[in-house]
């Protein structure tokens, strides 16, 4: 078997198989604040057609807050990782500082798995993780998936990677409903996200 292996996964920290723990193997974890997160996830689910439609977007940010969404609790997920990292060798990434500095982050990666990165190899990893280039990927934007599992006329795959978008979404009173429940919680983990740049 070829090593290292790179396998992606969606799962929340406690349905990891043992194996992960026992075997030491290194993690990295990708974060979003939850109002993006939510915008994101509910556009995924209008055009994912292997899962249940989300209904008007009030009815889906009911079901996210409440956890009665594929993978569960925002919250559980988030701070169930958080917490994991004091144990095993995880590297906790945002999504809005990857917006931010995305070589910043790379090399965060590049450290974190032993490797070094010379410039010109930094700058092509930079290029080709970019929004743009990935949304015109088609490995990376599954327009090579038939469109009764992904109906991109609904919504792209790759719609806009944005922070801020939430905005576009919540009302005022949506926002503060979202922050009264992930604000203890997050402060209680000593997390912090950000929701604009």
Same mark, same amino acid.
């Given at each position: 078997?070829?090593?290292? %292996?790179?396998?992606?996964?969606?799962?929340?920290?406690?349905?990891?198989?043992?194996?992960?723990?026992?075997? @030491?193997?290194? #993690?990295?974890?990708?974060?979003?604040?939850?109002?993006?997160?939510?915008?994101?996830?509910?556009?995924?689910? %209008?055009? @994912?057609?292997?899962?249940?439609?989300?209904?008007? !977007?009030? /009815?889906?940010?009911? @079901?996210?807050?409440?956890?009665?969404?594929?993978?569960?609790?925002?919250?559980? $997920?988030?701070?169930?990782?958080?917490?994991?990292?004091?144990?095993?060798? #995880?590297?906790?990434?945002?999504?809005?500082?990857?917006? /931010?500095?995305?070589?910043?982050?790379?090399?965060?990666?590049?450290?974190?798995?032993?490797? /070094?990165?010379?410039?010109?190899?930094?700058?092509?990893?930079?290029? $080709?993780?970019?929004?743009?280039?990935?949304?015109?990927?088609?490995?990376?934007?599954?327009?090579?998936?038939?469109?009764?599992?992904?109906?991109?006329?609904?919504?792209?795959?790759?719609?806009?990677?944005?922070?801020?978008? !939430?905005?576009?979404?919540?009302?005022?009173?949506?926002?503060? !409903?979202?922050?009264?429940?992930?604000?203890?919680?997050? /402060? @209680?983990?000593?997390?912090?996200?950000?929701?604009?740049?």
């Amino acid at each position: 078997m070829v090593s290292p %292996r790179v396998l992606k996964t969606h799962l929340s920290v406690h349905l990891l198989p043992p194996s992960f723990w026992e075997h @030491n193997c290194k #993690i990295i974890y990708v974060a979003r604040n939850a109002k993006d997160n939510a915008v994101s996830y509910f556009h995924f689910q %209008r055009m @994912n057609k292997l899962i249940p439609d989300p209904g008007k !977007w009030e /009815e889906f940010l009911e @079901n996210f807050i409440a956890g009665k969404v594929p993978y569960g609790l925002w919250l559980d $997920h988030v701070c169930g990782w958080w917490e994991a990292k004091n144990r095993h060798p #995880i590297l906790y990434l945002f999504y809005e500082d990857m917006k /931010e500095d995305p070589a910043r982050e790379i090399r965060k990666v590049a450290q974190f798995l032993g490797l /070094e990165l010379s410039e010109p190899v930094l700058s092509r990893i930079v290029e $080709h993780t970019t929004f743009e280039s990935m949304k015109a990927n088609p490995m990376t934007n599954y327009t090579n998936l038939p469109s009764s599992v992904l109906d991109q006329t609904v919504s792209p795959f790759m719609r806009k990677g944005i922070v801020g978008d !939430w905005k576009e979404h919540f009302t005022v009173a949506q926002s503060e !409903w979202l922050d009264s429940i992930c604000g203890p919680a997050l /402060e @209680n983990n000593h997390l912090k996200f950000r929701t604009q740049l």
